[in-house]
Nanobody, 120 residues
């Protein structure tokens, strides 16, 4: 099982970006999926999560600007980011709790990270 994130890049303040993350491999079920971000020298922080049923939760700095969504049929999670600010600059990581084929428990997987840079 692996997660592959994409969609990062350089954008001006006020602009938008959409991140995507695909889960692949022998997957039986995916529970919570989420996005985290990390600035060099700082701890990785939660951005948003979404359950298999579509319930979402956002950290205060991104509320009203970011939208997390998922496509359960495609094992994908997305992060639509609007009104971007320079302080949103970070490496963004996707995360998912996945029960692989043949297993009876969930394992937390991480994507490789995608850089988002917001210029002022």
């Amino acid at each position: 099982v692996q997660l592959q994130a994409s969609g990062g890049g350089l954008v001006q303040a006020g602009g938008s970006l959409r991140l995507s993350c695909a889960a692949s491999g022998s997957i039986f079920r995916i529970n919570v999926m989420g996005w985290y971000r990390q600035v060099s020298g700082k701890q990785r922080e939660l951005v948003a999560t979404i359950t298999s049923g579509g319930s979402t939760d956002y950290e205060d700095p991104v509320k009203g600007r970011f939208t997390i969504s998922r496509d359960n049929a495609k094992n994908m999670v997305y992060l639509q980011m609007t009104s971007l600010k320079p302080e949103d600059t970070a490496v963004y990581y996707c995360n998912a709790d996945i029960r692989g084929g043949g297993l009876m428990y969930f394992v937390k997987y991480w994507g490789q990270g995608t850089q988002v840079t917001v210029s002022s």
